[in-house]
């Protein structure tokens, strides 16, 4: 099947952890990006890639890290320096410029 | 001024009857205007594009865009229990990076 898969579903971290979320892709698309939605609120974009190698910071990207040296994957790790990272994070892809992005199932990540 | 602004609600609307969602958006150069669908604990799916001014149809879909107003709106029509949900609208802008921005979206109560 096409699609977007992130794991895991849910993540439990310690105070002082570095933690990564997993985002594969296999619907060719060229964009990937990273949301962080918290409840009762919209999506906001932390990081984002267009091309192989090559990522952007997106409005809330103190603290977390990305890497995508490969056109299918795009991880995102949660660093120690995120104070407050108990949030739901959606992985999305796209084709290309000004077309839609399609979501994986998304991680729950909190903070124990 | 936020980006893009919705109407946080909940909106409720009979079973059957017309559900009329409604987003503004700040930035005149933006190209591309999506509708996601997102229930209770999952990702965001994509229900609507629309890159033109005027009105797409899909089903009991309607997608409105006026971008001299810059407002894009959403009509859902014979509204099913279904149909509960929150709805997010979200802009893509030319040359800007192809990053999709999120309203805080709208939330939807179809009552039988």
């Known amino acids: 099947d096409g699609g977007i898969t992130q794991s895991p579903k849910y993540l439990f971290r310690k105070e002082g952890q570095n933690v990564t979320l997993s985002c594969e892709q296999n619907l060719n698309h060229d964009a990937m990006y990273w949301y962080r939605q918290d409840p009762g609120q919209g999506l906001r974009l932390i990081y984002y890639?267009?091309?192989?190698?090559?990522?952007q910071k997106g409005d809330i990207a103190e603290g977390y890290s990305v890497s995508r040296e490969k056109k299918e994957s795009f991880p995102l790790t949660v660093t120690s320096a995120q104070k407050n990272p108990t949030a739901f994070y959606l992985c999305a892809s796209s084709a290309a410029r000004n077309t839609e992005a399609f979501f994986g199932q998304g991680t729950r990540l909190t903070v124990v | 001024q936020k980006e893009v602004e919705q109407n946080s609600g909940p909106l409720s609307v009979p079973e059957g009857a017309i559900a009329s969602l409604n987003c503004t958006y700040s930035d005149r150069v933006s190209q591309s205007f999506f509708w996601y669908r997102q229930y209770s604990g999952k990702s965001p799916e994509l229900i609507m594009s629309i890159y033109s001014n005027g009105d797409k149809e899909d089903g009991r879909f309607t997608a409105q865009l006026n971008k001299a107003s810059q407002y894009v709106s959403l009509l859902i029509r014979d509204s099913q229990p279904s149909d509960s949900a929150t709805y997010l609208c979200?802009?893509?802008?030319?040359?800007?990076?192809?990053?999709?921005?999120f309203g805080t979206g709208t939330q939807l109560k179809v009552e039988l």
């Open positions: 890639s267009q091309i192989v190698n090559d990522f």
């Open positions: 979200a802009v893509n802008k030319a040359g800007g990076g192809n990053k999709l921005t």
